[in-house]
């Protein structure tokens, strides 16, 4: 079994969400990020307790196949719900953690460069 580690990232100057990553390392997590921005212009902190995303109420059925006209999508979007440590990242109560993402690598470096830069 893989496990993943979830982090929250968010935009260094406007904290502006950008999202949430389950990735088994940072070298996976950076370029996930640089596939969404620029991560030279982020930060992340791992959630390392219990956290959940839930549907209250009710939703969807979800692993199932839909048509290209479901609106099931849209519905699961609206009614979404961010659980224990994640309220917990989206209301401020988590305000320490928050660690700038490495630079880019330069033309020709290796990524062991960007682990190196994160264990700093």
């Known amino acids: 079994m893989l496990?993943?580690?979830?982090f929250?990232?968010?935009?260094l100057d406007t904290k502006e969400a950008v999202g949430l990553?389950?990735?088994p390392d940072l070298e996976t997590l950076w370029w996930m990020v640089e596939a969404i921005v620029d991560p030279d212009d982020c930060e992340y902190c791992v959630v390392d307790?219990?956290?959940?995303?839930?549907w209250p109420g009710e939703v969807p059925a979800i692993g199932v196949e839909r048509g290209e006209d479901d609106k099931s999508i849209e519905?699961?979007?609206?009614d979404v719900s961010f659980e224990f440590a994640l309220?917990?990242?989206l209301?401020?109560?988590i305000i320490k953690g928050w660690i700038q993402m490495p630079s880019a690598p330069e033309p020709g470096e290796e990524y062991p460069e960007i682990l190196r830069e994160w264990e700093r």
């Open 8 to 11: 929250a990232i968010r935009r």
């Open 91 to 93: 209301h401020c109560e």
């Open 49 to 54: 307790a219990p956290a959940a995303i839930t």
């Open 21 to 23: 990553y389950w990735a």
């Open 75 to 78: 519905a699961l979007s609206r």
């Open 87 to 89: 309220s917990d990242v």
């Open 3 to 6: 496990l993943l580690n979830l």
